[in-house]
């Protein structure tokens, strides 16, 4: 699945860049694809720039030269995500029109389509097939009859998305696409679980620094997607409050969890347990099915309390999952050594590179 609000692609790359512009790290991967083998070259984590809104074109392209070097990549085709509050993603109905006549209805008329004002953004669609009941590989047929397609719009500033790709630019990158953030662990589910990501309804959190995102999906189809303003920086904060500790100290505990924090942290969890329920609650009525897992990504899923605590709150098996696990490993000895410590943290970088293969 890709929603490129800017796409350069004249064909699949061989190699690509992605990167995952997090609140207060960056994330991002080395891919190359080989036939029908993804290969991980490298990957980098490191803190992204100090700023709250309205980074720099130059702050930003001295950034990505950064991640350049970390991954000593050859190529330099970049894909990047916008993040979670950054961006929309919304379902709607639209006529049966070429793509870019899609696009302007929407900035013309966001309102009617998208029940939001949103001036000065730009768009992009992908085209929602009805879910097939012929036998596998027989492919979607399209209703030509059939009055409006069932679409699937994400959105963002157009600014924000052309500062991306100056910087991009200034860094020395070829920019590749610029995509939302809250599809990357989508599109990575579905190449490290093809199996699961088929089956009936599953849920995809992944928990971000201020943000934690909630993908519902039947069959493989994105059905309810919802961004909740609590992430690890709550968390961690929170914590340091409730413990008289600095945030630094609060950061390093959360996840290994000594027991004496578990009862500061679970009031802390309650709030996210109960919202993310929420949006479970809507989609078990709206489709009438039962969601049987949940996933979760992102740095706090290493925490097995907060796994645990999840679980009861959402009453429903709450697990944990490699978005690392088909692909093919090429690291150097020290990355190759920590990467199932840190592959949850990949989770966006890893579904945006697939959107450029």
């Given amino acids: 699945m890709a929603l490129p ?3 350069g692609q004249s064909k ?19 891919i190359q694809r080989r036939g029908d083998m993804n290969t991980l070259l490298r990957y980098c984590i490191m803190d992204a720039p100090i700023y709250e809104k309205n980074l720099s074109v130059d702050l930003l392209a001295d950034h990505l030269k950064a991640v350049y070097q970390a991954l000593e990549a050859k190529t330099k085709y970049a894909s990047l995500s916008i993040g979670i509050t950054d961006s929309l993603v919304r379902h709607t109905d639209l006529p049966q029109i070429p793509l870019e006549d899609m696009r302007q209805i929407l900035k013309n008329n966001s309102k009617n ?5 949103l001036p000065g953004y730009t768009f992009d669609c992908y085209f929602i097939p009805a879910r097939s009941t012929g036998a596998p590989g027989e492919g979607i047929k399209i209703n030509a009859a059939a009055q409006k397609l069932k679409v699937l719009v994400g959105g963002a500033k157009k600014q924000l998305a052309d500062d991306i790709q100056a910087a991009v630019r200034q860094a020395g990158l070829i920019p ?3 995509v939302p953030g809250i599809i990357g662990p989508i599109n990575a589910f579905e190449l490290a679980m093809p ?3 088929t089956k009936d309804a599953l849920a995809l959190v992944d928990i971000g620094f201020k943000a934690t995102s909630i993908c519902l999906l039947q069959k493989g189809e994105l059905i309810v997607s919802r961004v909740v303003n609590i992430g690890g920086d709550r ?19 959360k996840v290994g969890m000594p027991a004496e924090v578990q009862a500061s942290l679970e009031p802390l969890l309650t709030p996210l347990g109960r919202e993310l329920r929420a949006s479970i609650d809507f989609f078990e009525h709206q489709q009438d099915k039962t969601v049987g897992q949940i996933y979760i990504s992102g740095g706090s899923a290493r925490s097995e309390f907060i796994m ?3 679980e009861a709150e959402l009453m429903a098996p709450c697990k944990p999952w490699n978005p690392a696990a088909t692909l093919q490993l090429a690291l150097p000895p020290a990355q190759a050594a920590e990467v199932e410590h840190v592959a949850s943290q990949l989770t966006v970088a890893l579904g945006t590179a697939a959107t450029a293969f």
């Fill in 5 to 7: 609000f800017f796409n």
């Fill in 12 to 30: 699949k790359r061989e190699q690509i860049i992605a990167i995952d512009l997090g609140g207060r790290s960056t994330k991002a991967v080395h």
């Fill in 113 to 117: 389509y998208l029940q939001q004002d």
């Fill in 176 to 178: 590749d696409q610029v």
């Fill in 195 to 197: 199996d699961l990501y």
């Fill in 235 to 253: 968390l961690t904060q929170g914590l340091a409050e409730s413990m008289g500790i600095s945030y630094a100290e609060a950061e390093g505990i």
């Fill in 308 to 310: 645990k605590n999840l």
